[in-house]
């Protein structure tokens, strides 16, 4: 199954401590209600703590929307992600209603030292949306969005979905930068960067961000923008969930659609090399306005199909100039390619937003495709069935940034290189992990660094991949966010 099939899976990583077995214990086999026990929780070491009964009641009195525990009937529901494979279960999930109880359930963390996962669409890859024993600052609830069809910008609510952005934009023929699956929240999308069909004319979603209201770890809210904590709002562009919880999004929006020249085309096995050649040229001199993404494998009952999936925005009579050479080069199983609404082009890779399969993914950038990669992915990885290879088409306006622009290092290479797996049976789990390792590790040295929303990596990996921003963004860290509290991140660790 494709990366878009299934969007995000994983492991957590090293800047999680393991839960003692005896609290995991406790916490699956002794809920308790809020109003009248006592919480057993984990702190920011990994040490467990208890939080009174009192101070459970006092801090879910102080919230506009509901604070669930192990007690009540939601809970179970309310702590599932996207990937079937995480499975943890937190001592407190906050649902926030606002700003004010993002900044009321930041505090109680901070004062007590509490493990912090933040969810917005709970489709974080490396499984970053929840936490085992700690509090999850939940923003599930949070999906409004106000277009400003004049102004050609969007106010989007924490937790919202692309799909909720999108919809409402398109009302007004406008749209701007968003990842490929409606059903992703737009915060860790955007904060990790935001890649998608618009990003080679216009920019990743962060590129496009305005405005941020931002609760930093002292509890306050902070609006960030050009003008007001500008510092922030460059290490928002791609920190990641580093420096607080994002209640609200301002985004710059552009005329797109309603409809798009966008479509499939679909290449028989004995085609492979050959389609695989073609695409590493044509996509090397494709105008900014088309995007050209490669999938090969993953695909159920067969040994998968190389598949081009394309998106031009702009003048389609030019569009279907431009891709008359890849239509015809190599002519294709299938060629879907035509007018479509761009709604559509945005929806059709969505799986269910709580998906039945368990997922795991490794990526890095890639500056060209090389005969010598190309053989590695065709020869050595073998797509098959399981194992999913894919290109995700950058450069254009991405690399109109240098790389110290934002947060984000990479900003020239053309590609972005995934390696997937997607199954049922959580038995698999830990064989299917190490074939994409396996698979990874035959590909990831024509590879340069990784982008942070799809992958799970190391910290000295994590630290490599900031480049030349790694000191500035250690420093704003220690600066909003000395204690480390948001870590369950791509995690940029506090200046010493």
């Known amino acids: 199954m494709k990366r878009r099939d299934f969007c995000k899976s994983a492991v957590l990583g090293s800047a999680m401590t393991a839960l003692?077995?005896?609290l995991t214990r406790a916490l699956a086999a002794e809920p308790v209600s809020a109003a009248?026990?006592?919480?057993?929780?984990?702190?920011?070491?990994?040490?467990?703590?208890?939080?009174?009964?009192?101070?459970?009641k006092d801090f879910a009195a102080s919230l506009h929307g509901p604070l669930l525990t192990a007690s009540d009937a939601e809970y179970d529901q309310a702590r599932r992600l996207w990937n079937r494979m995480i499975d943890r279960r937190p001592a407190m999930i906050a649902r926030c209603s606002g700003a004010a109880d993002i900044a009321r359930a930041v505090s109680f963390a901070r004062e007590r030292e509490l493990l912090v996962a933040v969810r917005g669409g709970g489709h974080s890859f490396p499984g970053y949306s929840m936490c085992e024993g700690g509090l999850v600052i939940d923003l599930s609830t949070m999906r409004g969005v106000r277009v400003d069809p004049v102004a050609k910008t969007a106010q989007v609510a924490g937790g919202a979905w692309i799909g909720d952005l999108d919809w409402e934009a398109q009302q007004y023929g406008l749209a701007t930068t968003m990842g490929e699956i409606s059903n992703t929240g737009v915060g860790g999308l955007t904060l990790g960067g935001g890649y998608g069909w618009l990003g080679r004319l216009h920019g990743l979603a962060c590129d496009n961000l305005l405005t941020v209201d931002l609760v930093t770890a002292d509890g306050?809210?902070?609006?960030?923008?050009?003008?007001d904590n500008p510092e922030l709002l460059w290490a928002l562009r791609g920190g990641g969930g580093n420096f607080g919880v994002v209640s609200s999004f301002e985004y710059r929006l552009h005329q797109v659609g309603p409809k798009v020249l966008a479509g499939n085309l679909v290449y028989a096995p004995a085609q492979t090399r050959e389609a695989f050649d073609l695409y590493s040229h044509f996509a090397a001199k494709a105008p900014r306005e088309l995007t050209v993404e490669l999938s090969l494998g993953g695909a159920e009952g067969d040994d998968g199909l190389l598949t081009l999936a394309t998106c031009y925005v702009g003048d389609?009579?030019?569009?279907?100039?431009?891709?008359?050479?890849?239509?015809?080069?190599v002519k294709p199983r299938s060629?879907?390619?035509?007018?479509?609404?761009?709604?559509?082009?945005?929806?059709?890779?969505?799986?269910?937003?709580?998906?039945?399969?368990?997922?795991y993914l490794k990526g890095g950038f890639v500056a060209e495709l090389s005969p010598?990669?190309?053989?590695?992915?065709?020869?050595?990885?073998?797509?098959d069935a399981l194992v999913n290879v894919e290109l995700v088409h950058c450069g254009g306006a991405i690399g109109d940034r240098s790389a110290t622009d934002t947060a984000i290092a990479h900003r020239h290479e053309l590609y972005q290189l995934l390696v997937s797996a997607a199954w049922n049976n959580a038995a698999d789990n830990e064989a299917n992990r190490a074939r994409v390792h396996s698979a990874w590790d035959k590909v990831s040295h024509h590879t340069s660094g990784f982008y942070v929303n799809l992958n799970s990596a190391d910290q000295k990996a994590i630290d490599d991949n900031y480049g030349p921003n790694r000191t500035r963004?250690?420093?704003l860290k220690k600066k909003y966010d000395p204690e480390n509290l948001f870590r369950l991140n791509a995690n940029i660790r506090p200046a010493a």
């Not at 919480?39 to 459970?56: E, F, H, N, R, Y």
């Not at 009579?317 to 080069?329: I, Y």
């Not at 060629?335 to 761009?342: F, L």
């Open 316 to 329: 389609p009579a030019v569009g279907a100039k431009v891709l008359q050479s890849l239509r015809t080069g």
């Open 335 to 359: 060629d879907s390619i035509g007018m479509q609404d761009y709604l559509a082009v945005q929806r059709q890779f969505d799986g269910p937003p709580l998906s039945t399969q368990n997922s």
């Open 372 to 383: 010598a990669l190309i053989d590695a992915v065709i020869n050595e990885v073998k797509p």
């Open 20 to 22: 003692p077995a005896t």
């Open 36 to 56: 009248v026990s006592a919480l057993q929780a984990v702190t920011l070491s990994g040490k467990p703590t208890l939080i009174p009964a009192a101070a459970v």
């Open 220 to 227: 306050k809210l902070r609006h960030v923008s050009a003008t």
């Open 473 to 475: 963004l250690a420093a």
